[in-house]
Antibody
Framework: QVHLQQSGPEVKKPGASVKVSCTVSGSSLGELSMHWVRQAPVKGLEWMGG????????IYAQKFQGRVTMTDDTSTDAAYMELSSLTHEDTAVYYC????????????WGQGTLVTVSS | EVVMTQSPATLSVSPGDRATLSCRAS??????LAWYQQRPGQPPRLLMYGASTRATGIPARFSGSGSGAEFTLTISSLQSEDFAVYYC?????????FGQGTKLEIK
């Protein structure tokens, strides 16, 4: 049973950066492809980026290009999403979601991390 | 990017009745379409992938159909735990895109 455990809530000031972690158990990070999806308050789901198994690279949504970095640490089975230059519009719950390594379907989801951007 | 449009935005149905949710893609996504259920305060839960394959542990009252650009999620005999928000998502193209959601509420 794959489980994704995310780090706790964050409060950041505008202009700051935030780094959210997602730790895998029940499998290893090397067996998964990690994606990040966010959900602003009372809004829908927005894909931020994830691993493309066909080209072996991480792809970012154009909206977040240059501002987001997604990394994996296979030694600790933890994935990270760092978002910089935060604005109030970045206030949202951030989810990690995973497919199998060569797959595309988001079978597994973390519990979510609330990031609040407030001055 | 592929725009996913769900209808209706809100669907009011009585427990025990059938619910039919629709999802339309702005381009053909073949059958690379997933459905998720999201209850308040919880992460999305994968219900369906490949347009019509139930994910592990999903009850048989959930069924999906469609291919190309038109898709349907049907829930027969609604249970109390089925009242939630449902999202479709295409994974045929980058970036992945989600529909805006259909809220299934108790009539």
């Amino acid at each position: 049973q794959v489980h994704l455990q995310q780090s706790g809530p964050e409060v950041k000031k505008p202009g700051a950066s935030v780094k959210v972690s997602c730790t895998v158990s029940g499998s290893s990070l090397g067996e998964l492809s990690m994606h990040w999806v966010r959900q602003a308050p009372v809004k829908g789901l927005e894909w931020m980026g994830g691993f493309d198994p066909e080209n072996d690279e991480t792809i970012y949504a154009q909206k977040f290009q240059g501002r987001v970095t997604m990394t994996d640490d296979t030694s600790t089975d933890a994935a990270y999403m760092e978002l910089s230059s935060l604005t109030h519009e970045d206030t949202a719950v951030y989810y990690c979601a995973a497919s199998t390594r060569r797959g595309y379907i988001l079978h597994y989801w973390g519990q979510g991390t609330l990031v609040t951007v407030s001055s | 990017e592929v725009v996913m449009t769900q209808s209706p935005a809100t669907l009011s149905v009585s427990p025990g009745d059938r619910a039919t949710l629709s999802c339309r893609a702005s381009l053909t996504v073949i059958s690379n379409l997933a459905w998720y259920q999201q209850r308040p305060g919880q992460p999305p839960r994968l219900l369906m992938y490949g347009a019509s394959t139930r994910a592990t542990g999903i009850p048989a009252r959930f069924s999906g159909s469609g291919s190309g650009a038109e898709f349907t999620l049907t829930i027969s005999s609604l249970q109390s735990e089925d009242f939630a928000v449902y999202y479709c998502q295409q994974y045929n193209y980058w970036p992945y895109t989600f529909g805006q959601g259909t809220k299934l509420e108790i009539k």
